[in-house]
């Protein structure tokens, strides 16, 4: 038992330790660092970045149009806040009591970080050594930099992103309940799950259809696992379900098709490099084009490795993300971040990668602090969100 909560230890350092160093400069009010300079609101700035206070709004009113007009002064429509899924604020609202709003928002944000980087642990020692595993993990904690940056503010994405790992995991270690289970929680996180569920349909379906060629309709039919298909579809219900509470909360049961431009998928793909983009904005986006190669490559990685679980999920999702028009498309990418993990295992436990990462510790912590500086929700009275 003290074996087990020994190595749990570490798990919960990596995850709370880059977090905490994150908030310092804030939480201390430092004007300036490494020549950085610093808003001095101290946590509020952490608070305030974006959408934190939209789900604190949600947290506090479960999206009543009449609470929402009373209470803040957004100039955003009532189905604007449909696009922010239920259970991420329903966390803020059930921890409130003993924290307050926005130190639940927080807290909510810290354990599922913790969670996902557990679950992370798990799932990669499906494919290395138990010490490679926590080298993995430790990278995992702080890389990409908009990973650490969205688990270090009030943010649904690590919860969100546990939960896919979480679901991959049972899904490939046969236990296709608790794939259900915790792909149905994602989808209450973030609309994006319904990607998995589409997922596991090929997975599923795509190699019955290639022994239909080897044997009768029939014995396939007979052969074919029910119960697969029956738990996953926990996940399209659950999505069902925010449909309907949004008919009920919302009188809108496509509430979320109507939350505005919060939906920035565009035909045809790649917009993302068109600059008048309302949520783009710059031509500077030369980076975009590394997301989409290691987004490729990885994917042939996964497919070299007969990875056919993780080959989907990354295909489909990042096919999605090429339709992406959004300056942030890193955030968009996070989910499939984990598995590209696997595709790049032998790189990442290679020396070179390891002193690669001990140099861009300090560019990842310095491109954090002046993220989180800049992407602030202006808000000039708290009381409502208190």
Excluded: C
């Amino acid at each position: 038992m003290l074996k087990k909560i020994g190595k749990f230890i570490p798990i919960i350092l990596l995850s709370l330790i880059p977090t905490f160093l994150i908030w310092l400069p804030f939480f201390l009010r430092i004007e300036y660092f490494w020549t950085i300079p610093l808003p001095t609101n101290g946590m509020a700035t952490i608070v305030a970045n974006y959408d934190g206070p939209l789900f604190l709004a949600v947290a506090k009113t479960f999206y009543n149009p009449a609470l929402i007009k009373e209470m803040f002064s957004f100039p955003l429509p009532n189905e604007y806040y449909a696009a922010h899924f239920p259970l991420f604020p329903l966390l803020i609202k059930l921890f409130a009591s003993f924290f307050g709003f926005p130190y639940a928002m927080l807290f909510v944000t810290l354990i599922s970080s913790i969670f996902a980087i557990f679950i992370f642990y798990k799932f990669i020692n499906l494919y290395v050594t138990e010490k490679d595993a926590l080298w993995i993990t430790t990278v995992f904690s702080i890389f990409p930099a908009r990973w650490l940056i969205v688990r270090s503010v009030g943010s649904s994405e690590p919860l969100f992103i546990a939960l896919i790992i979480a679901s991959i995991y049972f899904f490939k270690n046969k236990k296709y309940l608790f794939a259900g289970i915790f792909g149905a929680l994602a989808q209450l996180t973030k609309s994006p799950a319904i990607l998995l569920f589409i997922s596991y349909i090929f997975i599923i379906i795509f190699p019955e259809i290639n022994k239909m060629a080897s044997i009768s309709l029939g014995k396939s039919l007979k052969s074919f696992e029910y119960k697969k298909l029956i738990y996953i579809f926990l996940i399209p219900l659950s999505l069902l379900g925010v449909f309907i509470f949004y008919k009920i909360r919302l009188n809108d049961f496509l509430a979320y098709f109507h939350s505005g431009d919060n939906i920035h998928l565009l035909f045809p793909p790649f917009q993302i490099f068109n600059y008048t983009a309302p949520w783009v904005g710059t031509s500077w986006l030369e980076e975009v084009i590394f997301v989409y190669l290691f987004g490729m490559l990885g994917l042939f990685n996964l497919i070299k490795q007969k990875e056919t679980e993780l080959a989907w999920f990354v295909g489909i999702f990042f096919f999605s993300i090429l339709f992406v028009s959004h300056r942030d498309i890193i955030r968009y990418a996070l989910p499939i971040v984990p598995f590209l993990f696997v595709a790049f295992k032998d790189n990442l436990l290679k020396k070179e990668f390891k002193f690669v990462m001990l140099v861009l510790i300090i560019p990842i912590y310095l491109f954090s602090i002046a993220f989180i500086s800049q992407n602030v929700m202006p808000i000039s009275d708290w009381s409502p969100f208190l």
